[in-house]
């Protein structure tokens, strides 16, 4: 039996985190942060080795010096059970093209415009957001890692309902593409006058016919 060919979304989310409580929980976190931002395909800041940048206070996004700093803050964090959730955020060459996204800095903007809606769906306030991500240039699959964080935590938070991503990708849909669907929703509605219009025109020409019998 063939396979059948599945839709992909113009723009996907993926969310995951570790279990707080778990042992090597804070160690995979350090390590997730070094991979994402020295494996293949990680476009690296001007200068470095490695390409992670973030907020991990107000302000303007950083590219840091070392990845370890920030590493090294995650790992003390998750000691203390606190959820770093892992997100990704990629599209296909084509809409990676259209939107933009084309260099470093690219990236870096689109995700410091779109964290907020990361940070709401998870219950994270604006005052308690710390993010740092990564921006990987694969060949036929552009994509951003981020890993995101309430510092101010104070309940663990060990599962993360399904829903929940699908919110965030259906809002960051809505976000990037916001000129594009004014676009289709007013190129529908224009349809539906127009169809709208032909048929009161000809149920007036079914009148005249029928009056003439």
Request: aromatic content about 10%; glycine content about 6%.
């Amino acid at each position: 039996m063939p396979y059948k060919e599945v839709p992909v979304s113009i723009l996907i989310y993926k969310q995951r985190h570790r279990h707080p409580n778990y042992k090597k929980t804070p160690k995979g976190n350090y390590a997730h942060i070094g991979y994402i931002v020295t494996r293949p395909g990680a476009v690296k800041n001007e200068g470095m080795r490695h390409g992670l940048f973030g907020k991990l206070e107000p302000g303007a996004v950083k590219e840091f010096d070392t990845w370890q700093e920030a590493a090294r803050l995650v790992r003390e964090l998750s000691y203390r059970r606190v959820n770093m959730y892992r997100g990704i955020i990629s599209f296909s060459p084509e809409t990676a093209a259209e939107l933009g996204l084309s260099d470093h800095k690219a990236w870096e903007d689109y995700i410091d415009r779109h964290i907020l809606t990361l940070a709401k769906f998870n219950g994270i306030r604006v005052q308690d957001l710390q993010w740092v991500a990564a921006h990987h240039n694969e060949k036929g699959h552009p994509h951003i890692h981020v890993v995101f964080w309430n510092k101010n935590q104070r309940t663990m938070v060990p599962f993360v309902h399904p829903s929940i991503p699908d919110k965030i990708r259906k809002q960051l849909i809505r976000d990037t593409f916001a000129e594009r669907i004014k676009e289709y929703c007013e190129a529908k509605q224009r349809a539906k006058e127009h169809l709208s219009a032909i048929t009161d025109e000809m149920i007036d020409e079914f009148e005249k016919y029928m009056e003439h019998l």
